[in-house]
């Protein structure tokens, strides 16, 4: 696993031992970059489910000012600090050690900015692509300016959770072999009751 091209170039990047996380393949990797490629100059991104913080790295790589890495696993937190040193990118990273959950509702709660880009790809054992949308709607993290990319392995992220996909508009969805990648927007609308 490398940082494909940008400031860190073919820098090899640790990952977690075991089935822990799954790393997101290569080639998917580089689709996904290419697609953003017009967009990442002094962006801000977010690669929620971070794992070793190779989508986040990336980002920086190829010219974003900030990417904030989230991940519940103190292993994950360890190999993305180790990362970031590697590729010399530290001081453009913000890694924090939080369940998605705890992140999302303190996002608006901290005073930032909604994110230029969203990555989001949670373990796909879990099935929470779509309380993860839902929550991220309330979050504040997303305004209807930030590009949002989810991966899955179901052309449906928002299976059982029909009003959270009311409020997103679907841009793409690429099958990449068994993975997919949904690209969408939040609507003008999207303000979802709390509760």
């Given at each position: 696993m490398r940082i494909i091209t940008g400031q860190a170039r073919n820098i090899q990047l640790q990952t977690l031992e075991g089935e822990a996380t799954r790393p997101t393949a290569e080639r998917v990797k580089e689709a996904v970059f290419s697609a953003l490629q017009f967009e990442l100059e002094n962006a801000s991104f977010l690669d929620l489910f971070s794992g070793s913080g190779q989508m986040g790295l990336e980002a920086v790589?190829?010219?974003?000012?900030?990417?904030?890495?989230?991940?519940?696993?103190?292993?994950?937190?360890?190999?993305m600090k180790a990362n970031a040193k590697k590729t010399k990118l530290f001081d453009r990273c913000r890694i924090v050690n939080y369940r998605y959950q705890e992140y999302l509702k303190g996002f608006s709660k901290n005073g930032d900015k909604p994110f230029d880009i969203i990555y989001i790809d949670p373990p796909f054992t879990e099935h929470i692509h779509g309380e993860v949308m839902k929550r991220l709607a309330l979050s504040g993290a997303a305004d209807v300016r930030t590009k949002i990319l989810v991966?899955?392995?179901?052309?449906?992220?928002?299976?059982?959770?029909?009003a959270a996909a009311e409020k997103y508009e679907i841009t793409k969805n690429v099958k990449y072999?068994?993975?997919?990648v949904t690209y969408l927007r939040l609507k003008a609308d999207a303000g979802m009751e709390q509760g």
């Open positions: 790589s190829r010219g974003a000012a900030l990417a904030v890495m989230v991940d519940a696993s103190p292993d994950a937190i360890a190999v991966e899955s392995e179901e052309p449906d992220i928002f299976a059982g959770e029909e072999g068994r993975i997919y």
